[in-house]
């Protein structure tokens, strides 16, 4: 079993920035790869930024040049570096971790953007 913690998430301006934590705990010696989604109301779940453990990262095509994703040495911490914050960035961000096809999911933070 994997728990996640997720932390970082709040209301913030258009134009401005935030940058989310998840802390993984548990079975977590064989992680393949973490990821961040994103939920907005009525939405479907987006994969926003997703990192291997060889440090390969992918993005939506909607958040790159804005949001960075990037981990600890560990590998057992991620985080999400989000810049120029848009409203159309509101939403419930979850953590995922994959352990060889067997997914763990955070408890979901809110990021609100106000205009």
């Known amino acids: 079993q994997v728990q996640l913690v997720e932390s970082g998430g709040g209301l913030v301006q258009a134009g401005g920035s935030l940058r989310l934590s998840c802390a993984a705990s548990?079975?977590?010696?064989?992680?393949?790869?973490m990821a961040w989604y994103r939920q907005a109301p009525g939405k479907q779940r987006e994969l926003v930024a997703h990192?291997?453990?060889?440090?390969?990262?992918n993005y939506a095509d909607s958040v790159k040049g804005r949001f960075t994703i990037s981990r600890d040495k560990d590998k057992s911490t991620v985080y999400l570096q989000m810049n120029s914050l848009k409203p159309e960035d509101t939403a419930v961000y979850l953590c995922?971790?994959?352990?060889?096809?067997?997914?763990?999911w955070g408890q979901g933070t809110q990021v609100t953007v106000s205009s």
């Open positions: 990192i291997t453990s060889l440090g390969i990262t």
């Open positions: 548990g079975s977590i010696f064989n992680i393949y790869s």
């Open positions: 995922n971790a994959n352990l060889g096809g067997k997914h763990y």
